[in-house]
């Protein structure tokens, strides 16, 4: 496997002087053979200005954030990263790889969570080039390569797990954010470390249950967040039901054997749970007439 190799190369200023200066050099000698009608003369002037155009080919400029790989007929010399104007080879063939942080948003995708349930499901991936020599010559395209590779991480992430969690402490999509986004981060990161890519972060951006079952899910949710409010309130209510009682015996404002104590319990738990505001009845009897 090949391995990323740090090269420089000569001065690009300094041999952009000397060759401008050989240019100008070879060509008065050529206008000079002319004159003096030495053809073998002229034909080598000829042969040298050619040579020294070639040459220029050879001036590279690397931009910050920036690497070049240099491969000559087919031989991997090795990467400049280092900015600046520069003068290779003039044979060799340069790629230019950009070492930018960079973001890539998945379209979104259709896919079945844990529970069977269809979700759409779209992330975003941070990422930069690490290694060019792998970047380069490990995949056909690398960007490619990222696209493809995320959207199927993506993809295998979502139907790990489900998109709301039904039991206290489960993991789930929608609820379990942070853990789901390192998650998704190590799966992209694991498909990625041949093409010499690193995953600076992995995010869900879109989540939400596809469209032919949102009505359904949506009426679910709110029933459980019924059920959920119901329980606090009877929690609550049973609590100021008990101190009440206690309250009253503590304090000797009245003493109450069990059936009236029952039915105090039953009147204050209607009170109190009801979604509705109470309307009291006026008892002229007791409980035994």
């Not at 002229?42 to 050879?58: D, E, H, N, P, Y």
């Not at 060799?92 to 969570?113: G, M, W």
């Not at 991936?125 to 590779?149: G, R, S």
């Not at 109190?272 to 007791?286: F, H, K, Y």
Request: proline residues 3%; charged residues 20%.
């Amino acid at each position: 496997m090949l391995q990323e190799k740090t090269i420089k190369g000569l001065g690009g200023g300094i041999m952009l002087v000397a060759l401008a200066v050989l240019l100008i050099v070879f060509c008065w000698f050529f206008i000079d053979s002319a004159r003096q009608r030495q053809p073998e003369s002229a034909i080598a002037a000829m042969a040298l200005i050619a040579v020294t155009t070639v040459c220029f080919g050879g001036l590279t400029v690397v931009n910050p954030n920036e690497a070049r790989v240099v491969v000559l007929f087919g031989t991997y010399k090795g990467t400049i990263k280092e900015p600046g104007f520069w003068w290779f080879n003039p044979l060799t063939r340069r790629r230019r790889v950009s070492l930018r942080i960079r973001n890539f948003e998945s379209s979104k995708l259709k896919v079945n969570d844990q529970d069977g349930n269809p979700v759409e499901i779209a992330a975003v991936v941070v990422w930069k080039v690490v290694e060019t020599a792998e970047a380069i010559f490990h995949v056909d395209d690398y960007e490619h390569f990222l696209h493809v590779q995320a959207e199927s991480a993506v993809r295998t992430l979502a139907t790990t797990y489900p998109y709301d969690a039904h039991v206290e402490g489960q993991m789930s999509l929608r609820m379990s954010v942070v853990e789901i986004a390192h998650r998704m981060r190590d799966e992209i990161q694991e498909r990625l470390v041949k093409a010499g890519i690193e995953v600076i972060e992995a995010r869900i951006t879109h989540l939400a249950y596809a469209p032919e079952i949102a009505g359904a899910m949506l009426r679910r949710q709110q029933a459980s967040a019924v059920i959920a409010a119901r329980q606090k309130i009877v929690e609550g209510a049973v609590g100021m039901v008990q101190m009440a009682l206690e309250q009253l015996s503590a304090k000797h404002v009245v003493e109450l054997d069990e059936e009236r104590k029952a039915s105090m319990v039953s009147n204050l738990l209607v009170v109190l749970c009801s979604d509705r505001d109470a309307q009291p009845i006026v008892n002229a009897g007791t409980l035994y007439q």
